[in-house]
């Protein structure tokens, strides 16, 4: 347990921030798994609707630090080149 004053208003914001750090990575899973419901369903022009937002919330989360960058870059080009392979069948 904290004992001084600034360490129990760090434990409170530290609190706050994995609030927030756990609904954006809730959301962006969330993003992605919808992407790749799309995919799955074979629906080619659904995901290219949505690919714009979901490479935005993948850039977000990294700049945010929820994810790293090469992270980031791993699902976009994975996620692209399943809807390359989609478009071309």
């Known amino acids: 347990m904290a004992n001084t004053f ?15 750090n756990r609904m954006r990575k809730s959301r962006l899973r969330h993003q992605m798994r ?3 419901r799309l995919l799955e369903q074979k ?4 995901a290219e ?11 977000r989360a990294a700049k945010w630090g929820i994810i790293k960058k090469n992270t980031a870059a791993r699902y976009k080009s994975r996620l692209t080149l399943r809807l390359k392979t989609l478009a071309a069948a």
């Open 43 to 46: 629906d080619a022009k659904g």
């Open 6 to 20: 600034s360490a129990m208003k760090r434990a409170r914001q530290e609190e706050r921030r994995a609030d927030v």
């Open 49 to 59: 609707n949505e690919i714009p937002k979901t490479f935005s919330m993948i850039d």
């Open 34 to 36: 919808a992407f790749r």
